[in-house]
């Protein structure tokens, strides 16, 4: 709420002023109230039958709001865990990740496109230490990734989202979405997602739904995994967002 310098003087006018102001500022809303949002913040879950994995992030404005074209920083951490068999042993693997990029959105009509690049960094531990695995130990290499949205019309829309990082090899993910607005901010649609690295091959097929207002979303999906060993089963995720 606005601050109020009030006067001690008691005249009729002075008083009708005052009552006006306090009206008027009680009824508007304060600068920080008004300025559109610059960051936002996120965290997620995702489950499989042998993985399980958690994330936050930040992703900031270095000028201006978030829904203008500019330049972006972004900042993400996790932490998960997985399991495979090797010979008559089940390895399981604790993995920690974050990421440190610098990015550009841009609005080219209903399409809007961001694109980021910079430092990645996992650690992965196996128990028990299975010596024919590439991907164990820390690392620390470049990453990029793309994110597009296209509003194809008032309810429908796709989403396509591609990452690639030069950990154990070469590591990628990538997820497309085609979704439509059931009423105001609530969306249900299809989703297709591949990731892996060089011991690991994974995809994913299923159905989600979103919830979207001015100030952020929440999401869910669910549907049937497979991995390179032709293993499969059932993968659940959940998101939220936040602007501010």
Known sequence: MGRLNWSSKCARRGGALGLGAILLLSTQPSAAEDAPPSKEIWAGAEVTV??????????????????IDGWRIRAVGGYGTYSYPRYDVTVRGHVG?????????HQLGAVTLKGFA???????????FDPESSVVGSEVGAKAALETWWNLTPEAWTSLDLSWSSLYGGTYSARARAGFQINDGLSAGLEAAANG???YDGGRGGAFFRFAWSGGEISASIGAAVDRSGELGGYGTLNALYKY
């Open 197 to 199: 690295n060089s011991e």
């Open 97 to 105: 990740f974050g990421d440190l990029l610098v990015g550009y959105h």
């Open 118 to 128: 910079g430092v990645t960094a996992e650690n992965h531990t196996l128990l028990p």
């Open 50 to 67: 042998n993985t399980w994995t958690v994330y936050s992030g930040i992703t900031a404005a270095l000028y201006g709001p978030l829904h």
